[in-house]
Every structure is written in structure tokens, then in C-alpha cells.
């Protein structure tokens, strides 16, 4: 079964650009996350969703960061003006309702801002 | 911040037990205590979780203290894959979606 996908896996962009970054959860589950992880800062949760729908966005570092669950296989995290500050590593993870904090962790996009 | 400590990093002989501390002292009741690790260059990844009673699966086992503010990860064989930072984390008092990471254990594993 495949586990969470992550598109695209590299970016560079320069400085001003919209970033978009994509995730598709492992199929059935309920709970979908977005993480950054920095050097200075560690690995941080931005922003949930349960059931496609927002619950907790208070890790969202600014409005330049904005992130949409249009339907239950789909994420979407926006970077709109990217600056080279937002340079990290972006981590999706799902879970399914009822399993805790048992979560599954994609392969990350790698963004560079230039 | 993250309500757990753990050393900045350990090492350990390839064919030896890993034995990861963690110490977790305001634990609360029903709070659980999760570990994850992440290899170099990769997203992290669930290893084991328990309450009170110890726990074992085809990864580690997990030794919790009868007071339950420590906890020891163990992997009984390491190999040079297990190299990786290995996360302790207790989530808040059973809520959803925090997963606090800390800093972790660095975990090398040598020859």
C-alpha cells in the first residue's frame, strides 16, 4: 500500500514566487498534517485537518501561508510571496480517527528559496 | 516547548542494544508516551507507543517506570540502518494533532 505522497520532492524558487506544495494521504485516513522543519527550529506542526476541514492553523507562520483540503485524497500548502526565510523542509503525515498520535509521516519536499 | 528530555546523542555498537532514556516527569494520567525516529534526509517515522504497561513490536520495545515519569526505548539488535534521531514525545493530555517534537537523540550506531 502505497504511504504518503508528496509532490515535488525538490523546489527552488526565487524569492517573491507562489510555492505550491502537494500531499496525498495514505487512502482511509481521517487526519492530515503539515510540518516544517528548520535547522534553528526543529520539526513544527502548521496546520491540521480532520475530515478535510481545519481544526488547529495556529502554527501557520503568517497569511503568506495558506493550506486546503478540497476533498479526502488531497492537500495543498501555498507559499504566496515565498521568502528565503520559508527555505525547509515541508513533512505531510496522516492518521486515522482512533489511532492516537499514530501518524505517517511522506518523504518531505525540500524547498530552497532563493 | 516539548515536555520531555532526552540525552543530545548516544552511540551504540552494531549488534548491541540500544537502550534510549527518556525522561517525562509531568505526565499526566491518561497521556501517553509515542516514539518516532527520522533517518537522515527522510520523513519521521512511528516506532512504538504505551501508557503504563510495557510494550514490544517488531521494532523496539518500551520500558516504562512504574511512576511512568521515564521511559527506555530498546532496540535489542541495532544496525547500521537504526543510525537516526530518535524522538520522544508525550502528547498533550490526549488532545489531537501535537505531537511536540524536541530536539531527540542522535543515535549512531557504528561497526
Known amino acids: 500500500d502505497a504511504g504518503v505522497i508528496q509532490s515535488p520532492r525538490h523546489e527552488v524558487t526565487e524569492m517573491g514566487q507562489e510555492v505550491t506544495l502537494r500531499c496525498k494521504p495514505i487512502?482511509?485516513?481521517?487526519?492530515l498534517f503539515w510540518y516544517r522543519q528548520t535547522m534553528m527550529r526543529g520539526l513544527e506542526l502548521l496546520i491540521y485537518?480532520?475530515?478535510?476541514?481545519?481544526?488547529?492553523d495556529s502554527g501557520m507562520p503568517e497569511d503568506r501561508f495558506s493550506a486546503k483540503m478540497p476533498n479526502a485524497s488531497f492537500s495543498t500548502l501555498k507559499i504566496q510571496p515565498s521568502e528565503p526565510r520559508d527555505s525547509a523542509v515541508y513533512f505531510c503525515?496522516?492518521?486515522?480517527?482512533?489511532?492516537?498520535?499514530?501518524?505517517?509521516f511522506g518523504p518531505g519536499t525540500r524547498l530552497l528559496v532563493l | 516547548d516539548a515536555k520531555t528530555t532526552q540525552p543530545t546523542s548516544m552511540d551504540c555498537a552494531e549488534g548491541r542494544a540500544a537502550n534510549l532514556p527518556c525522561n517525562h516527569s509531568?505526565?499526566?494520567?491518561?497521556?501517553?508516551v509515542y516514539w518516532y525516529r527520522q533517518i537522515h534526509s527522510q520523513g519521521p517515522q512511528y516506532i512504538i507507543h504505551?501508557?503504563?504497561n510495557n510494550e514490544t513490536n517488531e521494532m523496539a520495545s518500551l520500558i516504562i517506570t512504574e511512576d511512568r515519569k521515564s521511559s527506555t526505548l530498546i532496540l535489542p539488535h541495532a544496525t547500521l540502518r537504526d543510525t537516526a534521531v530518535y524522538y520522544c514525545i508525550n502528547p498533550y493530555g490526549g488532545s489531537q494533532g501535537n505531537l511536540i517534537f524536541g530536539k531527540g537523540t542522535k543515535l549512531s550506531v557504528k561497526p
Open positions: 503525515a496522516s492518521r486515522l480517527a482512533g489511532a492516537g498520535e499514530t501518524q505517517y
Open positions: 485537518f480532520n475530515n478535510n476541514v481545519p481544526i488547529d
Open positions: 504505551g501508557l503504563k
Open positions: 509531568t505526565i499526566s494520567g491518561n497521556e501517553y
Open positions: 487512502s482511509g485516513h481521517d487526519y
